[in-house]
């Protein structure tokens, strides 16, 4: 659930400016309504922070607004399935680049390439455009 999705359920929401909210506070502490806002929403790194200044818990006032603690939780965002971190791209890099400077290397000295050379430097070679591509 995103922030606005969050405060939507809420009544009296105002922005106070700092990158918090203040909302009345829909928890059980509040027989008669909450009157003068309590609750602070904040909008954390990984989901929605609550915090009622006159006590109600962040489970209290999911309840009452008929959601749970998860749905505070914003959404996991889909990692690509072949995502290749950053530090193996670089070490694969690495290893494509050198098979493909010895064989420039062996080019210049006039040395013939094997089957098996002409393999490796176009798997390399096929590699270094496949990562690259990902990346730009
Ligand atoms: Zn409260």
């Known amino acids: 659930m995103t922030l606005n999705e969050f405060l939507s359920h809420l009544d009296g929401v105002r922005y106070n400016g700092t990158g918090d909210y203040t909302a009345k506070c829909p928890g059980p502490l509040h027989e008669h309504g909450d009157k003068?806002?309590?609750?602070?929403?904040?909008?954390?790194?990984?989901?929605?922070l609550l915090h009622c200044y006159a006590g109600c818990t962040a489970a209290d006032i999911c309840e009452d607004i008929g959601l749970s603690l998860g749905d505070l939780f914003y959404e996991q965002r889909a990692?690509?399935?072949?995502?290749?971190?950053p530090i193996d791209v670089l070490r694969i890099l690495q290893q494509e680049t050198t098979i493909l400077g010895i064989a420039a290397g062996d080019m210049l000295a006039g040395k013939p390439f094997t089957d098996d050379?002409?393999?490796?430097?176009?798997?390399?070679?096929?590699r270094v455009l496949k990562l690259t591509s990902a990346y730009l």
């Open 79 to 85: 990692t690509p399935r072949n995502t290749i971190p």
């Open 117 to 126: 050379d002409l393999r490796l430097i176009q798997q390399a070679s096929a």
């Open 36 to 48: 003068h806002p309590s609750l602070s929403v904040t909008d954390g790194t990984k989901g929605v």
